[in-house]
């Protein structure tokens, strides 16, 4: 099955030294929903600081929710601008 959604697809992805890295996008979510995830790569404490200040620069201007481990994101039925 091929479905289009009725807004615009988000992907983006940044990789920086040592294999940390961070992807996300909305596909399988609403237009107002993103999510995020975050690769150790060979420092795993580099990449948990890295990821706090992402989140912590989000949490300013959105609400932030994290997905329990062993689940995938899912859009939130509530989820508007």
């Not at 481990?69 to 508007?80: E, I």
Request: proline share 6%; aromatic share 8%.
């Amino acid at each position: 099955m091929n479905v289009s959604p009725n807004y615009q697809l988000i992907y983006v992805g940044v990789k920086g030294d040592q294999g940390i890295s961070m992807e996300g996008g909305n596909m399988g979510l609403s237009a107002y929903e993103v999510a995020l995830g975050f690769s150790g790569g060979s420092n795993p404490s580099e990449a948990h600081r890295f990821a706090d200040v992402v989140v912590e620069k989000l949490r300013k201007k959105w609400p932030v929710y994290t997905v329990p481990p062993g689940h995938g994101a899912t859009s939130m039925k509530d989820c508007a601008r």
